[in-house]
């Protein structure tokens, strides 16, 4: 099993920036791809990126496309998400979310292709 926590989310105003941090606790060398998902008020979850642990291969979805950033640090099972130029289309609860290795592949910002999730964080953006 592998439990996710997330951390950074809150209120900023249009332009501003936040960081959002993602921490896996239990089997995490089974971990092969981390994501973060977003589901707006009233909207369906949507992926907004992506990356394979360990590696530098990131995937960003073209909604926030230069302006949101997704890194790691393995040695701390830590994956973050810098988002900058943030607006209140970006409003909504953040999720993390984890791959196991060898389990059906879907695309790297499809939830079916996660195994396991964190219980989100909310981020507001006031115009």
């Known amino acids: 099993q592998v439990q996710l926590v997330e951390s950074g989310g809150g209120s900023v105003q249009a332009g501003g920036s936040l960081r959002l941090s993602c921490t896996a606790s239990?089997?995490?060398?089974?971990?092969?791809?981390v994501g973060w998902f977003r589901q707006p008020p009233g909207n369906e979850r949507e992926g907004v990126a992506a990356?394979?642990?360990?590696?530098?291969?990131?995937f960003i979805a073209n909604s926030v496309e230069g302006r949101f950033t997704i890194s790691q640090d393995s040695a701390k099972n830590m994956v973050f998400l810098q988002m900058n130029s943030l607006n209140p289309d970006d409003s909504g609860i953040y999720y993390c979310?984890?791959?196991?290795?060898?389990?059906?592949?879907?695309?790297?910002?499809?939830?079916?292709?996660?195994?396991?999730w964190g219980q989100g964080t909310q981020v507001t953006v006031s115009s």
């Open positions: 979310a984890a791959r196991r290795d060898g389990e059906q592949w879907y695309g790297p910002l499809v939830m079916r292709t996660y195994n396991y």
């Open positions: 990356i394979r642990v360990g590696l530098p291969t990131t």
């Open positions: 239990g089997s995490t060398d089974s971990i092969e791809y």
